[in-house]
């Protein structure tokens, strides 16, 4: 039910709420029902995309920085409060923030009238996605106190520090033993913590089982460390004390304050966060200190991952396949080619397959393109095949192409499409890959082998070697490595080694291809070995289909 009029008028409602704005955190407003006019808190300028704190013509500049999909709902809201069919606003919707950000709201108000007629409505926005001041499981003030202290703290000395702290495999804790024991965890740990505080140091709850403290005195690197080893032992204390019910470990993300040195909050939190994620991807239990080239390198990362996506959704610009030529070592002749993967864009230019192959996998993304290479690559031999007929090509795929995509059905079918015969392809899988080695791999040798597809196994004595993997799979060809091929034409052992390697192979059956030839000396060594195929940049560097057509085809 609506309140009856007050005798406030409109002027000194907006009084009242510049009064009050400095000393809350909310956002108080007026709406004038008679003459169309809304007056809100200074500070909500601040915050979101408004025109100013007070307008005219309310619902049309609402429609400004409310988010598109919830103005239909607001204005059908407002109109009704006009109407007089309801006296009580109660809504949940989002505004737009200044950095174009869509924010949730609680906004609440309740109407005046005076003889019935509805005069204004006078009420309350929150963000009810804001983040907590405070921690009541931790104890702990959380990140928005933090970035007060940090804004408002005018000495901040060279030497100091930030330590981000977070518990390992946190999740584990409250799988096995509950959300509310994993509470307690992070109640004792934040105590474990604030025993190991220093003078003039804060402790904070940074996001779900992450604390930061803040150390703005003259404190070393090396202090820190000596800190972080300290919060550590103090856990372990806990953990007998504890009977070890719980085991965990923490991990710390350690940054200077001369880092910090014209950075915003948001900077310092992601190098702060970063840390410690490099602390936990070094194995974890340990601390790392923020180093800029490494944080670059992980930029850069990202910015690939970016421009990865990005080729892959734009019919895969970007992405050529070059090939190589594969050199019969009884004729000298050129027998086939293996086709490699290559990625070029205008910011980074050609990018070493070494650095994004890897981040293919990672997210993923090598499904899709692996799957392209597939098909550039059967193209290609089939044009190749017109001239000559039992030219071979060599295809590499990802073992995450085995574990996650329907490869055999792929590689089955482009081969139909593309009219080649089977047994002038060759599979090729990394030796690494094998780390994984499992039924689905040793399925899919078999069928790929049981339509007459040639198998491959790649950079083979690269550390990885098992001998298992030659009886398990039983390959048609072994690449040996460049790497191992380096080691072999300097070192006797190593060359013995592979001279036993590729007799042992010949009296399996098998072919082996010595990689990375690059000169006449190396050539010289290795046809001591007796492989059947080499390949190398002696013989030619992998280059565009054309370019390999002019050089070796035509």
Request: aromatic residues 12%; glycine residues 6%; charged residues 25%.
């Amino acid at each position: 039910m609506a309140s009856e009029f007050t005798g406030l008028t409109v002027a000194q409602i907006c009084e009242a709420i510049d009064t009050l704005s400095p000393c809350m955190d909310d956002f108080v407003y007026v709406y004038d029902l008679v003459n169309d006019f809304y007056y809100i808190s200074k500070l909500a300028v601040e915050r979101f995309c408004l025109p100013s704190n007070q307008f005219h013509n309310v619902i049309e500049n609402h429609a400004k920085f409310v988010y598109p999909a919830d103005i239909p709902m607001l204005q059908q809201d407002l109109e009704e409060l006009v109407a007089g069919k309801k006296a009580f606003h109660d809504l949940l919707y989002r505004w737009i923030s200044v950095d174009n950000d869509p924010i949730w709201i609680n906004c609440r108000g309740f109407v005046v009238r005076h003889n019935n007629k509805p005069l204004y409505m006078l009420g309350c926005i929150n963000e009810i996605g804001a983040r907590q001041k405070a921690d009541n499981v931790s104890g702990l003030l959380g990140v928005t106190s933090l970035q007060n202290c940090f804004l408002t703290d005018p000495t901040v000395p060279a030497y100091g520090y930030l330590l981000r702290l977070g518990l390992d495999d946190f999740k584990e804790i409250n799988e096995k033993l509950g959300s509310d024991y994993g509470d307690l965890i992070l109640k004792r740990t934040a105590e474990c913590i604030t025993a190991c505080l220093l003078p003039d140091q804060k402790l904070f709850r940074a996001v779900a089982d992450e604390y930061l403290i803040i150390n703005f005195s003259n404190r070393s690197t090396e202090e820190a460390i000596e800190q972080y080893k300290h919060i550590r032992q103090t856990i372990d204390t806990f953990i007998r004390e504890n009977n070890y019910e719980v085991i965990y470990t923490i991990s710390g993300g350690i940054l200077k304050n001369d880092q910090l040195s014209g950075s915003s909050f948001s900077d310092a939190m992601k190098f702060s966060e970063f840390s410690l994620n490099e602390a936990k991807r070094h194995g974890k239990n340990c601390c790392y200190i923020f180093c800029r080239d490494d944080y670059d390198k992980f930029l850069r990362r990202r910015k690939l991952s970016q421009l990865l996506k990005r080729a892959v959704t734009h019919n895969f610009d970007g992405f050529e396949a070059y090939l190589q030529p594969l050199i019969n070592t009884d004729s000298n002749t050129i027998y086939g080619a293996e086709t490699l993967m290559r990625f070029h864009t205008e910011e980074f230019g050609m990018v070493s397959p070494g650095e994004f192959i890897p981040l293919l996998e990672e997210t993923g993304l090598i499904i899709p393109v692996g799957k392209w290479m597939l098909n550039e690559a059967l193209k290609f031999c089939h044009k190749i095949q017109t001239i000559i007929p039992d030219f071979k090509i060599s295809i590499n795929i990802s073992y995450v192409q085995v574990i996650k995509s329907n490869i055999i059905v792929e590689i089955l079918n482009a081969v139909e499409y593309y009219q080649v015969p089977p047994s002038t392809v060759i599979i090729e899988l990394t030796e690494s890959g094998l780390l994984v080695l499992d039924n689905r791999i040793t399925k899919l040798w078999a069928r790929l082998k049981e339509k007459g597809i040639h198998l491959a196994l790649d950079d083979f004595g690269t550390g990885y070697s098992n001998f298992q993997y030659l009886n398990e799979l039983k390959p048609d060809i072994i690449k040996i490595d460049r790497t191992f091929t380096i080691k072999a034409v300097t070192n006797d052992y190593e060359f013995k080694l592979l001279s036993l390697m590729s007799n042992m192979a010949h009296s399996l059956n098998l072919q082996i291809c010595v990689e990375g030839v690059e000169n006449t000396s190396e050539l010289t060594r290795m046809k001591e070995v007796l492989p059947d195929y080499y390949q190398g940049y002696y013989f030619g560097k992998p280059c565009p289909f054309h370019e390999f057509q002019e050089k070796f085809i035509k």
